[in-house]
Nanobody, 115 residues
Framework: QVQLVESGGGLVQPGGSLRLSCATS????????MGWYRQAPGKQREFVAS???????SYAHPVLGRFTISRDNAQNTVYLQMNSLKPEDTAVYYC?????????WGQGTQVTVSS
């Protein structure tokens, strides 16, 4: 069993930055591929970014060049640095951990981009 706890969300003005964190416990963090997803009101959950156990990254087109995913295996934590935030980035952001057939989700953290 893996527990995921997101933090770092909040209210930010357009053009601002936030750094999300996802702390994990309960298993060997380094073997998991980690990802961030988001869900805006009335919309389906969508992929934002991912980082494999080997450190390879992938990004959704709308966040490419603005968001950066990273991981610290010593701290069992994955991060999402979000820069140049736009109102359309407003959503609940969820952390995800995947290994083979295992898949875990955090409870989500709200990000609101508004002036």
């Amino acid at each position: 069993q893996v527990q995921l706890v997101e933090s770092g969300g909040g209210l930010v003005q357009p053009g601002g930055s936030l750094r999300l964190s996802c702390a994990t416990s309960g298993s060997i963090f380094s073997i998991f591929d980690m990802g961030w997803y988001r869900q805006a009101p009335g919309k389906q959950r969508e992929f934002v970014a991912s980082i494999t156990s080997g450190g390879s990254t992938s990004y959704a087109h709308p966040v490419l060049g603005r968001f950066t995913i990273s991981r610290d295996n010593a701290q069992n934590t994955v991060y999402l640095q979000m820069n140049s935030l736009k109102p359309e980035d407003t959503a609940v952001y969820y952390c995800n951990a995947t290994h083979d057939l295992l898949r875990y989700w955090g409870q989500g953290t709200q990000v609101t981009v508004s002036s």
